[in-house]
């Protein structure tokens, strides 16, 4: 099931706070990070924690409070209004407060008119608010807060058949399969599936990014099929990311997964990642924080701007051009939260990568 995220982020900015949580509160959190997105989410609090300490330590109030005067009465470029921003440590601790405290707005707001699934017999069925899917007259589906659930369900009462669900621009979904597999779809990705595995196999295809949490049935394996390979498992927790059809990415959070692709195949182990390139698979280890997508939050470490930008089309509807190739290979760290404008990101870009960013009519460019 989902992550109570509102109660997760309580007691650990109460453990963060003062350090103290009662024996029920310790085994109540203790419970909660039994999930390995309840601990993705505690490792993205923790990060930003750090930098709002950081951040206040290197704060000189006399020059933040010049800064402010100069800006007031000179305001020049936005370059310069990140800066201030980022110097303002009252404003600092406030932004960052409300971050951790509050629920993403994204994930109350109702899905967008026009989103549905298109069936195996080629209807689409619309998804409009968090009203019931209606299949039939005798099968709906329950909808709420951006999840569809198909596990309620009988099975004698579903189509056979794969179903595709896409989902917009600048938007993340969850869908809970009929077997009790979970999967966080993030932007732009489209999933094809059967509303019952049937058979030997379980299999399901992605194309885009997700992240899955498979329910366990060691006599059923479940693959999961991308555009240039395969993942296949028994029962585990992964991230798969095939935007780009030649560069697919499996990231094994639990469990064992076996990634086949171009001919090739490797077998992976909790904590690590494996990159498809140019007919090689590289494997590496990785940070949980950078699958924190499903809490509407990408975190980027001494990354090329290159890999940053690539989010942008997604989340964002927004794709920049860079003016030299030097650009692409600038570095930049720090968060990227959809609930936020694109350009509170590429202000922050202008001020820690170095690079500054334009219009050219309706084209955002990076220079």
Request: proline share 5%.
């Amino acid at each position: 099931m989902p992550v109570d995220s509102s109660r997760l982020r309580e007691l650990i900015i109460l453990q963060l706070s003062d350090g103290t949580l009662s024996e029920d509160e310790c085994l109540e959190l203790e419970q909660l990070l039994q999930s390995p997105e309840a601990r993705i989410l505690r490792a993205q609090i923790y990060e930003r924690h750090q930098q709002v300490a950081a951040a206040v330590d290197r704060i000189d109030v006399d020059s933040s409070y010049q800064l402010y005067e100069y800006e007031r009465h000179d305001r020049r470029s936005r370059r310069q209004r990140a800066v201030l921003m980022a110097a303002a440590g009252i404003s600092l601790l406030i932004a960052i407060g409300a971050y951790l405290w509050s629920e993403r707005p994204t994930n109350a707001a109702p899905p967008i008119q026009g989103m549905g699934i298109t069936l195996a017999d080629g209807r689409q069925i619309p998804i409009v608010g968090d009203t019931n899917l209606v299949i039939s007259s005798d099968l709906s589906l329950p909808v709420s807060k951006r999840q569809l659930r198909f596990d309620l369900v009988k099975e004698s009462q579903m189509p056979e058949g794969l179903n595709s669900f896409t989902t917009p621009v600048a938007m993340d979904y969850q869908v809970l399969l009929h077997d009790g597999t979970q999967v966080w779809l993030n932007s732009s990705t489209t999933i094809r599936f059967p509303f019952v595995f049937k058979g030997d196999v379980r299999e399901i295809y992605v194309d885009g990014e997700a992240y899955i949490k498979v329910a366990k049935n060691a006599t059923m394996p479940f693959v999961v099929h991308m555009p240039e390979g395969s993942v296949q498992v028994l029962g585990t927790t992964f991230n798969v990311n095939c935007y780009k059809h030649d560069r697919p990415a499996v990231a094994l959070v639990e469990g064992k997964v076996r990634l086949q692709v171009q001919g090739l195949s490797t077998d992976l182990q909790p904590g690590e990642r494996a990159v498809v390139n140019a007919g090689i698979i590289n494997v590496d280890q990785f940070d949980p924080g950078e699958l924190s997508w499903i809490n509407g939050v990408y975190v980027f470490e001494n990354a090329n701007l290159e890999d940053v930008l690539e989010v942008l089309p997604h989340w964002y509807g927004v794709t920049v051009t860079l003016d030299s190739p030097a650009i692409a290979k600038k570095k930049f760290s720090g968060a990227i939260y959809k609930d936020r404008s694109v350009e509170e990101f590429l202000d922050l870009i202008e001020a820690t990568a170095e690079a500054e960013y334009y219009y050219r009519g309706t084209e955002v460019h990076l220079r």
